[in-house]
């Protein structure tokens, strides 16, 4: 056990600073250090995608990443996705098309499809699937899933015109 | 919409809105916030023998509260009782010897994870290293290694269980077929794992789980002896989500022995979190099996009578509900079909490989996968088209409710409706024109069919087939049955509507149904409606069967729903009359209020009496409970114990399933392509056809898995080789298919909305209609499917065996009896 560090990130917009040793997990330290459990575990080993937040930007593993180097990064995660009472256009086709049922994997699902629509605003089906691909479900077959990232897209891309 | 008209509505889900944005609630996210947290030893062997414990290093580190080793669990808490008469001595941890690779040995308990983690490296178990086996057939060897010594075999369970006359029916045959099979061991893997946090209360002496458990069911009873507590002193707390389950989490109650001991012994609050590692080693999984079929049959094709010889691999021990394995689909062991001979050899069978128990679909994957198999191959030996062979023996429209042979009634269906809409859907007689075609062209196309019974609301009576009739003679035996769910409805006074159950949905949107199903009672919106779903031992009703497993909500729970509405209904009716002045046959309850018959004279709204009836208690009728609430417990009467034969009703609804599928194979590589996939579901009364069809989707990506992809893998030396995500393929978004969904009703007379459940759905036909499928189209290479899964290595081999793609197409060949086999089947009549 070493000596434990500081480390400084933000986490939707918000600059949070906590200790930790260095060998704790990002995704343990937003969920014990920050309390932010929307971000779930699903395999520690890089592959389910429940735990996939974006760091700068970019969707990635918190199970395979360690705070300290997430020092200096903003994260978003799926708590910064509604705004105010309001659901994200993403997380409105999540629900309207029922692209989720435990909703354990949803988190990692929609942070993925996120940073999958920001590539590529304008996937097929076949892009969609392969996108979230990096993310398993066991509850829905992904159907709704891909219903859902579709009717997001068609949303999302002219809103940003505006 | 204020009155009616809820039910059959595509409602989104009350629950989405907290999962999306990161607030929901499972067993991870409850904050504890002076938990110490457990990280558990486990076996690196498959068979060893304990020879001592030295967990000197673990104490001494900083942080560490305790460690409880196997020698503790032998002393402080007794066995699991096992659902037959071996005696087997299954603890919470390995005691004497460790029986498969990842069975628990010690705990050790620490301020944080890191720690005990840490502290569990530093365990040290002294082991003596036993020779191993994992085949179920290996296994019956007389030189097999023997993993109970005081049991004497490997053998856990065997029943020979005879309906009709099954050897005239193979006398009289005029023709018989003989296959092996062999099913996978498949985990549904959540993607949430098992997560336990236990406090114990020594002055009170109560021990307090909070569990992602779909229980209580039996096994709360078990675990409370196992520990040696009153069932009322030992609370278990169900948080609002789970994260899938899929009859998995059935099996975590050994993890609620260990952990409730932990507690007990440490006196803090403890915490465990499986990893997904520990899931895959040790968690649970539906049984591998090695299975013998005969069939016998008239050359019109019916079907006279059926022998099922299957060994069921449970594992290490046999851990309660198992036998299951082999006896839950017993009431529908002849599936759709009308013949009435049958004979059943189950053998389970204690191998070193990890324990089994539910998994979605409970050993109806296993069954029709093999009898859709027979069918099929009953069909090419008669040279009959598949759906001519199965419409022949259907059980006819007219003929519900059906009593089948070994005990089941089928409560309502048309099969022969639904597997005609199947059929059409799929353009069946234009598939076969294109395969034909393809075929010409040189490509490998197959036309896949499987028909299933899709039983529901399991008769927890059923587990009682592993003993047999004279021990269930004796009159020491209590016999079992039963399937019951209680629901509460009540108004608040300012008159809004909370329905309260105790089931523990992982997914499956009880909380919406609910809201659907008293909005449509009681004439208001599903937004009017809070539910409150948790199961808490000390505060819901419950019963030895309550819980979520075995499609039981949409038919058990929702029936428990609308009757305490309907209750609640009856009672605001009577108290409107009251204040109306008028007899209660002249009014009546109609959007939303009870209103005078004749039109006439005042309402009175929910709010309306609620407002009076919580408020000034005079105004009641005389004779009436205080209260606007009411509780209703449902059950069925059809779920009678196991008689002396044998017959038992083993679920209480049974839907149906009918399904098609094309599949292109890639001779090169072994890939398998889906074309086309129609499904027909007939699962009575549809509540909310959006969850409906997320099970159908969710469940065929399950039967796919096990179909294509899944399989938990052991060397002979018992090491498990599937033991991460990276290994144990779970299908992607890549590999889904899209599917043709359509519905048939047959409403169930059972229940009160007519609804039967069908959560397990597709994990009972994939398996059967890709391997109908696949081998239709390897038909011109004489490769038949017999074991799962079919992946494009396992495929690629046996093409390769039939002389490789590049052969010229040929008449398949006659089936020999004793093809791979290595234990020939007993000889037909």
Request: hydrophobic fraction near 40%; proline fraction near 6%; aromatic fraction near 6%.
């Amino acid at each position: 056990m070493s000596e434990p560090v500081t480390v400084r990130l933000t986490v939707n917009g918000v600059a949070h600073e906590g200790r930790c040793e260095p060998r704790k997990l990002l995704v343990d330290f937003i969920r014990e250090d920050l309390g932010l459990t929307g971000t779930h575990v699903g395999c520690e080993h890089g592959i389910c995608g429940a735990c996939t937040v974006l760091i700068n930007g970019e969707a990635a593993r918190s199970c395979l990443m360690l705070a300290v180097q997430a020092n200096g990064a903003e994260i978003a995660t799926v708590e910064g996705l509604a705004t105010g009472g309001t659901l994200h256009p993403l997380q409105e086709a999540f629900r309207e098309h029922h692209g989720l049922q435990c909703g354990f994997c949803t988190p990692g699902m929609l942070m993925t499809a996120l940073d999958l629509l920001r590539v590529n605003p304008q996937p097929t089906e076949a892009e969609i699937r392969e996108g979230i691909s990096a993310v398993l479900c066991r509850c829905t077959g992904y159907h709704g899933i891909v219903k859902a990232v579709e009717a997001a897209a068609k949303v999302l891309v002219p809103a940003k015109r505006v | 919409m204020t009155s009616e008209g809820w039910i059959g509505k595509p409602v989104t889900r009350v629950e989405d809105a907290r999962l999306l944005t990161g607030r929901g609630t499972y067993i991870d996210d409850l904050p504890m916030p002076h938990a110490h947290h457990a990280a558990i030893v486990r076996s690196p062997y498959a068979h060893a023998r304990i020879l001592g414990y030295d967990v000197r290093a673990a104490l001494a580190m900083p942080g560490v509260v305790g460690v409880v080793t196997g020698a503790d669990v032998a002393a402080k808490t007794k066995p699991f009782a096992v659902g037959v008469t071996s005696p087997v001595h299954y603890y919470c941890t390995a005691t004497d010897k460790a029986r498969f690779v990842g069975e628990p040995v010690a705990v050790v308990v620490a301020r944080d994870r890191y720690t005990a983690e840490d502290a569990a490296e530093l365990v040290q178990v002294d082991y003596e290293p036993l020779p191993a086996v994992v085949d179920p057939e290996r296994a019956l060897d007389a030189d097999a290694p023997v993993l109970h010594e005081k049991v004497g075999t490997n053998l856990a369970n065997h029943r020979r269980l005879v309906y009709g006359d099954p050897d005239r029916a193979f006398a009289e045959a005029e023709v018989v077929i003989r296959e092996r099979f062999r099913f996978p061991k498949i985990g549904s893997t959540p993607i949430e794992t098992y997560g336990i946090v236990a406090r114990w209360d020594p002055i009170d002496e109560v021990l307090t789980i909070w569990a992602n458990f779909m229980g209580p069911f039996i096994m709360h009873p078990l675990t409370a002896r196992v520990l040696g507590l009153p069932e009322n002193r030992m609370r278990l707390i169900v948080p609002q989500d789970i994260g899938g389950s899929f009859g998995i989490k059935t099996s975590m109650f050994p993890y609620i022995a260990l952990i409730g001991l932990t507690a007990m012994t440490t006196g803090v609050t403890v915490k465990w979190i499986e990893d997904r590692r520990e899931h895959l080693l040790a968690s649970s999984s539906g049984t591998d099996r090695v299975a013998y079929r005969e069939l016998a049959a008239k050359k019109d094709g019916t079907i006279l009578g059926m022998r099922f010889r299957w060994y069921d691999n449970v594992g290490g021990y046999i851990r309660s509900p198992e036998p299951g394995c082999s006896y839950r689909p017993l009431g529908n062991y002849v599936g759709p079909y009308r013949f009435q001979h049958l004979e059943v050899e189950a053998s389970t069978v204690m191998t070193n490989k990890s324990l089994t128990g539910p998994n979605r679909g409970y050993a109806c994957g296993h069954l029709y996968f093999e009898s859709e198999r027979m069918v099929d191959l009953l069909a090419e030996k008669l040279g009959m088209d598949p759906v001519a062979v199965r419409k022949k023996n259907l059980i006819a429209t007219d003929a519900f409710p059906y009593r089948t042979p070994t005990g089941g009634l089928y409560d309502s269906g048309d099969y022969a409706g639904a597997f005609d809409r199947a059929l059409e859907m799929a353009r069946y007689d234009e598939l076969r024109r294109e395969q034909a075609k393809a075929r010409a062209a040189g490509r490998y196309v197959g036309i896949g069919i499987a028909l299933a019974v899709d039983p529901s609301v399991s008769n927890m009576g059923y587990v009682a087939t592993a003993l047999d009739p004279q021990f269930r003679a004796k009159p020491e035996y209590l016999a079992k049955s039963g399937a019951m769910e209680a629901a509460t409805v009540k108004v608040d006074p300012l008159g809004r509507v909370t329905a309260i159950l105790g089931t523990t949905p992982q997914g499956q949107g009880h909380q919406t149904i609910v809201s659907q199903i008293v909005a449509h009672e009681l004439g208001l919106t599903p937004r009017d409606v809070t539910v409150v779903d948790e199961m808490d031992t000390f505060t819901r009703i419950w019963s030895i069967s309550s819980g979520t497993y075995s499609s039981r909500f949409g038919s058990v729970g929702t029936s428990a729903t609308a009757l305490a509405a309907r209750k609640l209904r009856t009672k605001l009716v009577e108290y409107g009359a009251h204040l109306m002045s008028l007899p209660v046959d002249e009014v009546e309850w109609r959007e939303g209020a009870v209103r005078a018959k004749s039109g006439k004279g005042a309402s009175y709204t929910i709010k309306d009496l609620a407002g009076r009836g919580h408020w000034n208690t005079e105004s009641l009728p005389e004779g009436i409970e205080a209260g606007l609430q009411a509780t209703a417990v449902f059950h069925f009467d059809v779920a009678k114990a196991v008689d002396e034969h044998d017959r038992v009703n083993s679920s209480n609804t049974y839907g149906f399933i009918a399904e098609v599928m094309a599949v292109e194979v890639d001779p090169r590589t072994g890939a398998v392509k889906i074309l086309r996939y129609v499904t027909v579901h007939d699962a009575g009364t549809i509540i909310n056809p959006l969850i409906v069809e997320g099970q159908i989707y969710g469940g065929a990506l399950h039967g796919l898995g096990g179909a294509l992809y899944e399989d938990m893998q052991y060397d002979a030396d018992g090491q498990c080789l599937t033991a991460t995500f990276m290994d144990y393929l779970v299908p992607t978004a890549c590999e889904a298919p899209t599917i043709d969904i359509a519905h048939v009703s047959s409403p169930s007379p059972l229940t009160t909305l007519g609804s039967k459940g069908l959560g397990e759905s597709g994990t009972m036909t994939v398996p059967a209609v890709v391997a109908n499928a696949v081998s239709d189209a390897l038909a011109p290479i004489g490769v038949r499917i017999n074991e799962l899964p079919i992946n494009p290595s396992a495929l690629w081999a046996r093409i390769h065996q039939a002389g490789g793609p590049d052969m010229a197409p040929r008449t398949p060949h006659s089936l020999g009896a004793s093809r791979e086999t290595r234990d020939a089947p007993r000889s037909a009549g």
